[in-house]
């Protein structure tokens, strides 16, 4: 990003006009896709709550996740991504598989690197809400935390993303 100004100021001193416009047209366009996802990103506040605590299989539970814009400037997008147990033993209804770069991490993390959670969340305008219920299954027995869960928002012109984790402190047994 820093290159682009200092190419545009060399261009402008030796005198070639276009180039330099563009150069740092671009930089321009850089620090404000940084600036805008630090600053919605900042201002967004996820709050998870699950309807039961122990599951058995066969049974099913919601996760309600209401998320706050509490800055001025708007959250064109947003992501919840919440990484499965590696035993499956509790999955969201509408399971996704992993990208392929994703497949490495998941397994550090000791997760399942064959199907995730990800949820898109619309636009948010500034100091709004937007409030969504997701429908999870037990599918076997074991123990899931959504300590791992991450959420992730960026500039509307999707340049930057930033990421951070929920924190939240529900376990489904």
Known sequence: MAANLLLGLVAAFFGYAVPAFVLIVLFFFAAASRLWARASSKGLKFDVKCSADILYPGESCCFDVIIKNNS?????????????????????????????????????????????????????????????????????????????????????FGLTQLEWPVFTEDSIN
């Open 72 to 156: 001025i400037i708007p959250a064109v997008w947003s992501e919840l991504f919440m990484p499965l147990a590696k035993s499956l033993c509790v999955m969201p209804e509408d399971p996704k598989l992993p990208d392929p770069w994703e497949s490495a991490q998941l397994s550090e993390y000791g997760a399942s690197d064959l199907s995730v959670g990800k949820e898109n969340f619309p636009a948010i305008m500034w100091f709004g809400e937007k409030e969504i219920t997701l429908n999870w299954h037990a599918k076997k027995r074991g123990v899931y935390s959504t300590g791992k869960w991450m959420a992730a928002a960026g500039d509307g």
